[in-house]
């Protein structure tokens, strides 16, 4: 039997001595100091966070690793074990939207957020050497690895230079600040909208639970995930299919979403079945009144989705999430049972099929990760993150991960894919420096 590709974190030293090694070989010194950023994998609870919803993301072992020391002229300069190419040099006064356009952006706009929203001066510049094994076009939130690593090292620098500033990651709500900064430093510097769930799961992330994120205020509740105990794992598998959120497609139904929601009169979309994890209404009951508004001549623009087809991206919106408040729900009622993963693993499954013919965000690779995991056992299984691509998630009984994974492996290889990456997902610890 062919072997697996699995895709194992570093071991912590090591990374810390690679990316120190790599900074000192590119800019000739020591850097002073060293941050790291973990990924994550949303476990449900898909493209509701930029609607106001209820995700539950868990942060991944794998994470980005920056080496930093301060300049004072005003230099940004950049380097990275992955890239391949030259070190990339900006003013930092220079970093503004539209003028940065390569991956850089997801580095150099995070101190030109951090200062935009009043959370950093002048940027004096800096080295900075990036190491990562958090896998890139997974859909497994790199980008927000690498900002949040970035955010803690600016911080840091800010807070090493001025003895009155406090340092805004030792607290939580100073993360929630951070993850702010780098929000805004994906939108409006890299421009790649997101809704800020990658950035508040890496900022804030804690060890062994899965955090729900409230995205209407970014308020978090940890919700302990010991899947080990329960004799399960959640298996990630890369379908290594191209993952793109910058060809439009997550931008036209971000925007279909928010102008349903002003056709609604609401901030968000989520709000017309729950206030927070309080179940208000109900899917065919919103539904109903946005065929009334239709009706009513209530709609003007959609962006590029017809009222019809609207209607489709509703029903995932507001499924979704009452999914992940039945989610919440299932862990508040007590230990975990057998039928509590049961349960879970048919949120899950839901999920998928929500996301697939709804919203309309899978592709072939995903699709069939899906079917042939739970074919081979699985409780449940689904896409995560943003999709086109990317990852799926399966709850599976530890002792038969790698059945599943070799069933997942040779579906892919009689259809022609890509050969599928593997990686074995628990809860760790948010963004830190390496000491």
Same mark, same amino acid.
């Given at each position: ?6 895709? @194992? %974190?570093?071991?912590?030293? +090591? ?8 900074? @000192? ?43 930093? &020391?301060?300049?004072?002229? *005003?230099?940004?300069?950049?380097? &990275? ?17 539209? %003028? ?8 150099? *706009? ?25 896998? $890139? ?13 970035? +955010? ?38 890299? *421009? +790649? ?33 010991? $899947?080990?105990?329960?004799?399960? &794992? $959640?298996?990630?598998?890369? @379908? ?39 179940? @208000? ?16 001549? *209530? ?47 048919? $949120? ?24 042939? %995991? ?62």
């Amino acid at each position: 039997m062919t072997e697996l590709v699995w895709k @194992t %974190a570093k071991e912590t030293g +090591a990374h810390v001595a690679r990316v120190r090694q790599a900074f @000192t070989d590119e800019f000739g010194v020591e850097p002073a100091r060293v941050f790291s950023a973990p990924g994550r994998v949303n476990l449900i609870g898909e493209h509701i966070d930029y609607n106001g919803g209820i995700v539950m993301p868990l942060a991944l072992p794998h994470r980005t690793f920056v080496a930093i &020391s301060p300049r004072t002229d *005003g230099v940004l300069r950049v380097t &990275s074990t992955q890239d391949g190419s030259e070190t990339t040099e900006i003013a930092a006064d220079a970093v503004a939207p539209g %003028a940065v356009d390569s991956w850089i952006a997801y580095v150099v *706009g995070v101190p030109w957020a951090m200062r935009e929203l009043g959370l950093l001066g002048e940027v004096a510049g800096a080295d900075i050497a990036v190491d990562s094994d958090v896998p $890139l076009g997974a859909g497994l939130s790199s980008s927000a690895a690498l900002e949040c690593s970035v +955010a803690l090292a600016f911080d840091a620098l800010a807070s090493e230079n001025d003895s009155d500033r406090e340092l805004l990651a030792a607290t939580d709500d100073g993360r929630k600040q951070l993850a702010t900064a780098c929000i805004k430093a994906e939108n409006d510097i890299a *421009g +790649a909208n997101t809704g800020g769930m990658d950035q508040s799961i890496s900022l804030r992330a804690s060890q062994g639970s899965v955090l729900t994120i409230d995205c209407r205020d970014f308020a978090t509740t940890k919700v302990p995930l010991d $899947l080990a105990a329960a004799g399960l &794992s $959640l298996l990630v598998i890369d @379908t290594r299919a191209p993952h793109q959120l910058n060809d439009g497609q997550y931008a036209k139904r971000r925007a279909g979403c928010d102008a349903m929601a002003d056709a609604f009169g609401e901030e968000f979309l989520s709000s017309l079945v729950t206030d927070g994890t309080e179940i @208000t209404g109900d899917v065919g009951g919103a539904v109903d009144r946005w065929r009334e508004i239709v009706s009513a001549g *209530g709609v003007e623009v959609l962006g590029e989705y017809t009222v019809e087809t609207a209607e489709a991206l509703l029903r995932h919106v507001l499924s979704e999430q009452l999914r992940v408040v039945e989610t919440i729900k299932l862990f508040e009622a007590g230990e975990p049972t057998a039928s509590t993963w049961s349960k879970l693993g048919e $949120l899950l499954t839901a999920s998928h099929a929500s996301l697939r013919d709804d919203y309309q965000v899978t592709c072939p690779e995903l699709d069939v990760t899906v079917d042939v %995991a739970l074919d081979a056992g699985a409780l449940g299984a689904r896409m995560t993150g943003g999709g086109f691509g990317g990852s799926a998630i399966a709850l599976v009984r530890a002792d038969e991960q790698d059945a599943v994974a070799h069933a997942v492996r040779e579906a892919f290889a009689s259809r022609g894919f890509n050969e599928p990456h593997f990686l074995s997902a628990t809860p760790e610890e948010s963004a830190r420096e390496e000491r």
